[in-house]
């Protein structure tokens, strides 16, 4: 398997633009998870989903963030419009309970957004 | 409120080394733990977990980790340090709702 997928893995954009970042869980697994890794918060969960459907978004910074998972293999999470304090490394994850306790998550590489 | 606390923002050992990673935890009911770690530049990676059971888990790398319930830890160690273990290691706890609560991460610095 090819692990999670995540595009673009590096975005320069400027303040005000939009921003879309992607994610493709690993295949047969049925939760995915945004998170953002900043050095001063550490890494916050922003919003998951079970069998596509979010389930918490509390972790969602404001209005400013969406986040959609039209099918079980694809995800996404737009920042409209984007401000500098969005700088960060988002990262996707994916798992799956399976018919046994297997509760890690698996993480993909992160897309690395820069806001100027 | 669940939460997950790794005391140590560093660790400096030298390779060869016994190296311990601490972690402390306050959840309600049983406890589900995992360790991840980061390399530069990449994605968190699954190391070990524990879910129930023996308290002495043994994952990748050649890491282990302890639970004692009653210390509410789960520190992660390694007999023999390398340098190739230098990275970042999160300490994390699953909720019933498969929500991972992390720590705020303790560097690794394995030295020559």
């Known amino acids: 398997d090819a692990g999670v997928i995540q595009s673009p893995r590096h975005e320069v954009t400027e303040m005000g633009q939009e921003v879309t970042l992607r994610c493709k869980p690993i295949?047969?697994?049925?939760?995915l998870f945004w998170y953002r890794q900043t050095m001063m918060r550490g890494l916050e969960l922003l919003i998951y989903f079970n069998n596509n459907v979010p389930i918490d978004d509390s972790g969602m910074p404001e209005d400013r963030f969406s986040a959609k998972m039209p099918n079980a293999s694809f995800s996404t999470l737009k920042i409209q419009p984007s401000e500098p304090r969005d700088s960060a490394v988002y990262f996707c994850?994916?798992?799956?309970f399976g018919t046994g306790p297997s509760y890690e998550q698996y993480f993909g590489p992160g897309t690395r957004l820069t806001v100027t | 409120a669940q939460s997950v606390a790794q005391p140590e923002d560093q660790v400096n050992v030298a390779e060869g080394n016994p190296l311990t990673v601490k972690c402390t935890y306050s959840?309600?009911?049983?406890?589900?733990l995992f360790w991840y770690v980061q390399y530069p530049n990449r994605g968190l990676q699954f190391l070990l977990k524990?879910?129930?059971?023996?308290?002495l888990v043994k994952g990748s790398y050649g890491f282990e980790a302890e639970f004692n319930k009653s210390q509410t830890s789960f520190h992660l160690k390694k007999p023999s340090a390398l340098v190739s273990d230098s990275a970042l290691y999160f300490c994390a706890a699953r909720n019933a709702g498969n929500m991972l609560t992390f720590g705020g991460g303790t560097r690794l610095m394995v030295k020559p």
């Open positions: 524990y879910i129930t059971g023996d308290n």
């Open positions: 959840v309600s009911g049983n406890p589900y």
């Open positions: 994850a994916s798992s799956s």
């Open positions: 295949s047969g697994h049925d939760y």
